[in-house]
Each structure stands twice: as C-alpha cells, then as structure tokens.
C-alpha cells in the first residue's frame, strides 16, 4: 500500500513535480523572465544611445563636406587673388620703369637746351642763378623767352620739349594708380587667405569631431552587440531549462504567417545576404534597431551583408557609398537599392532595400510596419550599390 500510495501522489502532482526535479544536481539556475526583461531593456538604451550617436555623427558628416566645399571655394579665391597680385606687381614695376625713362629723356633734353643757350651767347659761362633757371622746365621756357633766343632751338625741339614732358607727368600719374592697385591688391590677398587659413582650421576641427563621433558609435555598436549576445543567452538558457524539465512537447505556434520565397538565389556573398535578410520577414519594423526580433531599413542591409562577410554602417548615408553604384538595368541579388534624393548632404538618402530578383526587393518599411517583400519602384528611387 505505501508503494501504491506513492505512485500514486507521483500520478497526481503530474508535470510540476517533475518541472521540479527535473534540473539536474548542482545545474545554473534558469534565467527569470525579470532577468531577459532586464537585458532587453539594456538592448533597448544600447540602441537609443546608438542611433543619438549615428545621427551626430551624420550632422557631424554633412557639416564637414559643407566646410570642405567652402574651403575648396576659398582656397581657389586665393589663388586667384595671387594671380591678380602678380599681374598687379608686374604692372607697377613697368609703369615705374616708363616713369624713370621719361624723367631721364627730359633731364637730358634739358641739357642740351642748355647747351644751346650758352652757344647762341657765344660760349658763355652760365652764371649759378642762370643754372637754377634752367634746372626746372618752366623756369628754363621763361628764361628762353626773356632771352630771345627760343626761336633758336627751331620748332621740332620745342615739340620734342612739350611731349617729353606730356609723357613724363602721365607716366608718373600711371605709376601712382599701379601703385595703389598694388597695394589695393596686397590687402585684398591677404584678406582672403586669412579667411582660408580659417575654413581650413574649421575642416580640421570638424574632422577631428567627426572622428571622436566615429570612435563613440564603434564603442556603442560593441556594446550594443554584447547587450543583444546576453539576451540571446538568456532566451537560450531559459529554452534549454524548460526543455529539460518537461516530460512531453508542447505544439509549436506561429505568431505571424508569412509567405514564403519561392526565388532560385544561389550561393554568392549577394545571394547569402538576401537570403538572411528573407528569413527575417515577419519581423517588425523598429527605428535604429538591427536585430535579432527586429530591425529598421539600414539594419536590415547591414546585418544581412555582414552574414556575407562585408561590414557596412548601420546608416544609408554610408551605405550608398561602400559599395560600386550600378545601373539598374545590372541589378544582381543581394545588391542594395536606394531612396531619397542625392545630394551633397548624405542624409537625404532615407531608405534601403536589398534585391530578391525579377524587379522585387526585401526591406523594413516603416513604423508599424514588418519585414516584408516589395517592388523596387517607387518614385524616390535614387540608385543601387554592389556592396563587397
């Protein structure tokens, strides 16, 4: 009768019994529902911090090609200023040159003036005032006159007179402005290479932003990928747990039934990756999540490329340049299609997909949506890129 008793209290407590005997001596305690809770709520600040990072570091992307371009722009005003300073110089030093010429062609004509005047007097010495009458040229016309002897030097010398000193006082007029222009153009130079000197600092402070941001999200992507391997662990552990002490198989339920691909895909790194991205369909759409219970657009792409072997960052904007941009007309699968519309600011490109074949693709849509196949076209359609 004991025995009969005993068998038969084992036959009444049924399954809780053994849920309770059944972990071995000694075995890791199963993980709690609070303890996968809790770990998800990890993944979860991980992925916010990561997408506060990602977009610094996207803001951080665009405003250093905003710098690059006007650093560009003004390193090529530079130069050209320094091509005007130049021409400015050559300007001012023959427009000096002509001045001294012509200087030197009066100075000479005056004495020979000179000369003349004391041979119509017959040798005469000129006395210091007569010299300093004759030094200036005014002085020496009026001293000719007073002298009668201005009809001496005949009439092409008095013409040759006038014209040399014509052209001295407009040489002398050019030589002020090209001076002036000169120095005009020096400031002017200097100005603009001031302004270059401080866009090219601001593109180096810039870069060096853009790297301390690039370094953060590496640091959180490594983070986050130990917050989301811990969860697995605990789903793991807690799955095993369950199966050992369970005498009898419960039925299996499917939360969402999806179709499935019928596509011939191959092997290739493309293949892998569209392959991977197509057993995720089901899944939800989570912004700046990258798996393993759901995913965005770009988190999608880079986890189904890294399956293939390829790392891309988690952002379309980087993801549209990592990769060969082909033709549509090309498209293989596994290659990532684009939206949004190019410019020089990445962050216009808002959305990826990767290609199944026979003009379909595979991509997380938007919030409140899940997994699912799509046509490619859609009117903001911008390219695709061959990752690898």
């Not at 020979?112 to 007569?130: C, D, F, I, K, N």
């Not at 899944?283 to 700046?288: Q, R």
Request: with cysteine.
């Amino acid at each position: 009768m004991p025995l009969l008793r005993a068998s038969g209290l084992v036959a009444g407590l049924g399954s809780s019994l053994v849920l309770t005997l059944g972990a071995p001596a000694g075995a890791d305690p199963k993980p709690s529902a609070k303890d996968v809770a809790k770990a998800r709520q990890q993944v979860q600040e991980r992925v916010r911090e990561l997408g506060r990072a990602e977009a610094d570091l996207a803001a951080a992307q665009a405003g250093k090609e905003t710098l690059n371009a006007e650093a560009e722009r003004l390193v090529e005003a530079y130069n050209g200023e320094l091509v005007q300073l130049e021409q400015a110089r050559t300007a001012y030093e023959q427009s000096a040159r002509r001045a001294r010429q012509a200087a030197g062609q009066v100075e000479r004509l005056r004495g020979e003036v000179a000369a003349r005047v004391a041979e119509a007097y017959g040798g005469l010495r000129l006395s210091p005032s007569t010299a300093a009458m004759l030094g200036g040229l005014s002085d020496m016309r009026g001293f000719l006159r007073r002298a009668s002897v201005l009809t001496q030097l005949g009439d092409e010398q008095v013409a040759t007179l006038q014209r040399l000193e014509d052209a001295q006082q407009v040489f002398e007029i050019l030589r002020e402005q090209a001076a002036r222009a000169y120095s005009e153009q020096s400031r002017s130079a200097d100005e603009v290479r001031q302004a270059k000197d401080a866009a090219q600092r601001a593109v180096e402070e810039q870069l060096e932003q853009t790297q301390r941001f690039e370094q953060e999200k590496a640091e959180i992507s490594k983070r986050l990928e130990v917050a989301r391997d811990r969860v697995d662990e605990l789903k793991q552990a807690r799955t095993k747990a369950r199966q050992s002490a369970r005498r009898v198989s419960l039925p299996v339920r499917r939360s969402l039934a999806v179709p499935a691909w019928t596509g011939r895909l191959g092997s290739g790194p493309g293949q892998q990756a569209a392959q991977w991205a197509l057993k995720q369909i089901g899944k939800p759409y989570v912004w700046a999540a990258a798996g393993p219970s759901g995913f965005d657009c770009s988190g999608l792409t880079m986890r189904a490329w890294q399956r293939a072997g390829v790392s891309l960052d988690h952002w379309t904007g980087t993801q549209w340049t990592s990769g060969r941009h082909v033709p549509l007309k090309e498209l293989r699968t596994g290659d990532l299609i684009f939206y949004g519309r190019l410019s020089r600011n990445p962050g216009t490109i808002h959305h990826v997909g990767i290609y199944i074949g026979r003009g379909m693709m595979v991509h997380a849509p938007q919030t409140g949506d899940v997994v699912r196949i799509s046509p490619i076209w859609r009117h903001d359609l911008v390219g695709a890129t061959r990752p690898g």
